[in-house]
């Protein structure tokens, strides 16, 4: 099994940049496929980005394709969310994932297929 724990949220303005990072203990990273997912208040968690185990392939949700970054250094057993050009919009907690038992490049991006989860951290945008 893996701890995951993410950091980096913050209050920042429109148009600001702001880098999540989800540090992972435990059953080794590298076997670890991952994923971000953010939820606003009143409304259902929703995919951000995924990566696959070894790095080289990512996915994301449209809204913020371009304006997102997601990457994995697993010498560090951490993945990071970098994210530019902020909006209200992003506003939420973010939330790392991990899966396990899928191909290296699998890019999940339904919830359901991950087994693990860390606490969350906020992001607040401000207009």
């Known amino acids: 099994q893996v701890q995951l724990v993410e950091s980096g949220g913050e209050l920042v303005q429109t148009g600001g940049s702001l880098r999540l990072s989800c540090a992972a203990s435990?059953?080794?990273?590298?076997?670890?496929?991952m994923g971000w997912f953010r939820q606003a208040p009143g409304k259902d968690r929703e995919f951000v980005a995924a990566?696959?185990?070894?790095?080289?392939?990512?996915l994301y949700r449209g809204s913020v394709k371009g304006r997102f970054t997601i990457s994995r250094d697993n010498a560090k057993n951490t993945m990071y969310l970098q994210m530019n050009s902020l909006k209200p919009e992003d506003t939420a907690v973010y939330y790392c994932?991990?899966?396990?038992?899928?191909?290296?490049?699998?890019?999940?991006?339904?919830?359901?297929?991950?087994?693990?989860w860390g606490q969350g951290t906020q992001v607040t945008v401000s207009s």
């Open positions: 994932a991990a899966g396990y038992d899928y191909s290296a490049d699998a890019l999940i991006s339904s919830q359901n297929a991950y087994n693990y």
């Open positions: 435990g059953r080794t990273f590298i076997s670890y496929n």
């Open positions: 990566i696959g185990r070894r790095g080289g392939r990512t």
